[in-house]
C-alpha cells in the first residue's frame, strides 16, 4: 500500500523547547554557535588525519570515521532545529522520515565505530606485536565497511516499519526532532513491529556493544596494570583514555533515550538527552581528542602553519 494511504498527515510540528521569544533566541545562538564549533572542529581533524602520513594508522581512521559520523549526526539535527526555533515549528512528514531514517543511521554507525575502535585499542596494548597483522588495512576496510553496512541497513528497516504507520493527526511532536521513542506513541495503528524491532536493536547497538566495548577495556586495563614501570602504565592509557571518555559520554545518553521508549519515555528528559549526544558530544569530541592526544595537537600545529603560511 502506498505511503500516502497508510497515513492521513502531511506535516508533523515540533514541539521544541520553549515558546518564550527571548529564550528561544537565547538558545538559537547557542545552538548555533555549538554548530559551527562541532563543524570546524570535526572537519579539522578529518583534514589532519587526511594530510598528515603520521596519522595513517588504523586509530585514526577510525577517528576519522567517527568525526566524519559527528558531522553528519548534527547537520541532521541542528538545521532543523535552528528553524524551529525560528519560530517555523513544523516539518514536512517526508522531512521527518528523511531525519528519522539519518538520525538513526549516525547514532547506530556511532555505536558500532566505539566498539570497532575498542577492539583497535585492545589489539594495540594486548597484542602489540601482532598489530600490524591483526589491524591490517583490509581489516580496518571490513571492520568500518562492516560498521556502515550494518547501519544503513538497520535504518532502513526502523525507516520502513515508520512509514508502515497510520498518523491521524492533529499531530504534535513532544520533541525538536523525529526519533523513535518520541514517534511511536503518536501512531493511531499497532506499534507492536516496530516496538519488537527497536528492543532488538536496543540490545544489540546499545547493551551488546557496550557489554563488547567494556570486555575490550577489562583486557586493556589488565594489562596496563601488568605493566611495571608507571611511565609505560600512563604511555598506555594514554592511547585509549580518550575514546574512553567519549564512549561514556555517548552511550549513557543513547542508552537512555532509546532503553526508555514507551510508557516510560520522558519527553523533557530525551530532549536534553538527544542534545548531549547529538549536539554536545560531538562538538566536545574533537576538543577531547585534541586535548589528550599529542599526535593530533602536532597535526593541527602543522595544518595551522600551513594554512597560516598561505
Not at 583534514?47 to 595513517?56: F, N, T
Not at 575490550?216 to 583514555?241: D, H, L, V
Not at 571518555?245 to 555517548?250: C, D, H, N, P, S
Request: aromatic residues 12%; proline residues 3%; positive net charge.
Amino acid at each position: 500500500m502506498a505511503v500516502s494511504n497508510q497515513t492521513m498527515v502531511t506535516e508533523f510540528i515540533l514541539q521544541g523547547f520553549s515558546e518564550s521569544r527571548p529564550l528561544q533566541l537565547a538558545l538559537f545562538c547557542i545552538f548555533f554557535f555549538l554548530y559551527i564549533m562541532a563543524l570546524v572542529g570535526n572537519a579539522l581533524i578529518v583534514v589532519a588525519v587526511r594530510l598528515d602520513s603520521g596519522l595513517h594508522t588504523p586509530m585514526y581512521f577510525f577517528l576519522a570515521n567517527l568525526v566524519i559520523l559527528d558531522i553528519g549526526c548534527t547537520s541532521t539535527v541542528l538545521p532543523k532545529l535552528l528553524e524551529n526555533l525560528a519560530d517555523k515549528k513544523s516539518i514536512s512528514y517526508v522531512g521527518c522520515m528523511t531525519q528519522l531514517y539519518f538520525l538513526t543511521w549516525f547514532v547506530g554507525a556511532e555505536l558500532l565505530l566505539f566498539t570497532a575502535m575498542a577492539y583497535d585499542r585492545y589489539v594495540a596494548i594486548c597484542h602489540p606485536l601482532h598489530y600490524t597483522t591483526m589491524m591490517s588495512r583490509m581489516v580496518c576496510i571490513l571492520l568500518a565497511g562492516s560498521v556502515w553496512a550494518v547501519s544503513v541497513i538497520t535504518s532502513s528497516v526502523h525507516t520502513g516499519l515508520m512509514i508502515q504507520l497510520s498518523f491521524c493527526g492533529p499531530i504534535v511532536i513532544d520533541h525538536y526532532l523525529c526519533e523513535i521513542p518520541a514517534l511511536l506513541p503518536l501512531s493511531c495503528s499497532s506499534t507492536c513491529v516496530n516496538d519488537i524491532m527497536t528492543v532488538v536493536a536496543d540490545i544489540f547497538f546499545a547493551v551488546l556493544n557496550f557489554l563488547l566495548t567494556m570486555l575490550f577495556y577489562s583486557f586493556i586495563t589488565f594489562s596496563i596494570m601488568a605493566i611495571r614501570t608507571t611511565e609505560g602504565k600512563k604511555r598506555a592509557f594514554s592511547t585509549c583514555s580518550s575514546h574512553l571518555i567519549v564512549v561514556t559520554m555517548y552511550y549513557s545518553t543513547v542508552i537512555y533515550v532509546y532503553l526508555s521508549s514507551g510508557s516510560s519515555y520522558s519527553p523533557n528528559k530525551g530532549q536534553i538527552m538527544a542534545v548531549l549526544y547529538s549536539t554536545v558530544s560531538p562538538t566536545l569530541n574533537p576538543v577531547i581528542y585534541t586535548l589528550k592526544d599529542k599526535d593530533v595537537k602536532r597535526a593541527l600545529r602543522k595544518l595551522f602553519m600551513f594554512l597560516k603560511g598561505k
